[in-house]
């Protein structure tokens, strides 16, 4: 996303939800958006895409807002093994190009 | 659980030189990915694949650069001479539609 913004790191203890909010100001009208978790030294996971309004899947809850200019990532009662580094991805910019935001190292606290 | 595999876990080679990196994504998957991730650095788009012909590409694909699916299984980015500024992990990806994709382990490049 040309002009993305993820907060760099936060920090969580267990059981507690967590949201993550990617910024996209320039984000393709028709495009999907997606979320990965990444442990070190590991690909990227799928966890959850949607396109607009909320997405839930057993593992997190994606919120689109209608303008679609940002869009928040919600793990229900985060635990240790949660503890990575979670990216936003969709198309931005006239080219339509795949980007990844610039990530959000997660840690979760005993 | 299907999954998609990339070799070599690491590679080193000397700068100048040209390194083929190779991927085998999941069977039935149509769209083929490269990204790659310098040390400390978020995933950065390369390439897309589909129908046997690359879909998009990133300002870093420059002409170093090329991808090819030689037969039904392997996907291979090739990078025909080496700067040291080359030097990433290079994630493969692949994915049945347009969305959700999967990711290789990744292959380590060093440039030296």
């Known amino acids: 996303l040309a002009k993305t913004t993820q907060p760099i790191s936060m920090d969580s203890y267990e059981g507690q939800e967590v949201n993550i909010t990617c910024s996209h100001n320039?984000?393709?009208?028709?495009?999907?958006i997606t979320w990965y978790q990444q442990f070190p030294s590991q690909g990227p996971r799928f966890i959850i895409q949607?396109?607009?309004t909320k997405v839930t899947n057993e593992v997190a809850s994606l919120f689109i807002p209608a303008d679609r200019k940002s869009s928040t990532l919600s793990l229900p009662r985060v635990s240790l093994s949660d503890t990575a580094v979670y990216y936003c991805?969709?198309?931005?910019?006239?080219?339509?190009?795949?980007?990844f935001g610039s990530g959000t190292q997660l840690t979760v606290l005993p | 659980e299907p999954e998609v595999t990339q070799t070599p876990s690491h590679q080193v080679t000397q700068m100048g030189q040209e390194v083929i990196l190779r991927c085998v994504p999941i069977?039935?998957?149509?769209?083929f990915y490269w990204y790659r991730q310098i040390l400390g650095q978020k995933v950065e788009f390369l390439v897309s694949?589909?129908?046997?012909?690359?879909?998009?590409k990133s300002e870093i694909f420059d002409d170093q650069f090329s991808v090819e699916r030689p037969d039904g299984s392997n996907f291979t980015l090739k990078i025909r001479s080496t700067k040291l500024e080359d030097s990433a992990m290079y994630f493969c990806?692949?994915?049945?539609?347009?969305?959700?994709?999967?990711f290789g382990p990744g292959t380590r490049l060093t440039v030296t």
């Open positions: 069977s039935n998957h149509l769209y």
């Open positions: 694949f589909y129908n046997n012909e690359i879909s998009e």
């Open positions: 320039n984000i393709a009208t028709n495009d999907y």
């Open positions: 990806a692949s994915s049945a539609g347009i969305a959700e994709q999967y």
């Open positions: 991805l969709g198309r931005s910019g006239s080219a339509r190009q795949l980007t």
């Open positions: 949607g396109y607009k």
